[in-house]
């Protein structure tokens, strides 16, 4: 089965520097990948998707690569801000499925003002 | 749009009762709907998958008799917890995706803190 890594269990940066989470699987390359944010006690929340056909994602702050030769993805704040603190999960269809979600423990992210 | 409803946010109940859940989609007919526990520090584990008008399909591991999963609408789904007990204590999660679309990802439920005291 799909096992994936996110190495980072808590990063904390300085507001206005960028972010860097990480993102890896193992064994199959999955035909998309998932970005989502959770805040304490609440659902995730979808940020972004990326295909495998796809090397680079952006939407606004967010910026996300998907490298299927080191089976990685990773996931990019700019000018990160206090409110961008949160849980941030990366998610991707299991074997056999392209259609439920598997997901990683997510990296815990504390952007100090 | 695309907004996942989840009742209740929180719920303490005692052991050896049976609590239910309720995932509503508001603006979206939900084809699909997952259900989810998460544990402190933990990753969302999938539970079970259900579609509209039939039986849900769980995950290995996963008591399909104590997990009980309803789907009777393209709206609604509900999760019940049956005869619960304190290791049932968790955060619940549902989601849904619809069509075209709104198939792309996946919407979630605000959660369910379950206590069972």
């Known amino acids: ?113 | 749009g695309a907004v996942v409803s989840q009742h209740p946010s929180w719920v303490i109940c005692k052991s050896g009762t049976s609590v239910k859940i309720e995932c509503r989609s508001l603006d979206f007919q939900a084809t699909t709907m997952f259900w989810y526990r998460q544990f402190p520090k933990q990753s969302l584990m999938l539970m079970a998958t259900s579609n509209e008008g039939s039986k849900a399909t769980y995950e290995q591991g996963v008591e399909k008799d104590k997990f009980l999963i309803n789907h009777a609408s393209l709206t609604l789904s509900t999760l019940t917890v049956t005869s619960a007990h304190p290791e049932d204590s968790s955060f619940y999660i549902c989601s849904a995706r619809g069509q075209g679309r709104l198939n792309t990802e996946a919407f979630f439920g605000q959660g369910t803190r379950l206590t069972v005291v």
């Open chain 1, 1 to 113: 089965s799909q096992k994936i890594e996110q190495n980072s269990e808590a990063l904390n940066i300085q507001e206005g520097k960028t972010a860097t989470l990480t993102c890896n699987y193992t064994n199959y390359s999955p035909a998309y990948l998932q970005w989502y944010r959770q805040d304490p006690g609440r659902g995730p929340v979808f940020l972004l998707l990326i295909r495998e056909n796809e090397k680079e994602k952006r939407k606004e702050r967010l910026k996300v690569t998907f490298d299927t030769t080191l089976k990685q993805s990773l996931f990019h704040i700019t000018a990160s801000q206090p409110a961008d603190s949160a849980t941030y999960l990366c998610a991707l269809p299991p074997g056999g499925s392209n259609y439920k979600l598997t997901f990683g423990k997510g990296t815990l992210l504390t952007v100090n003002p």
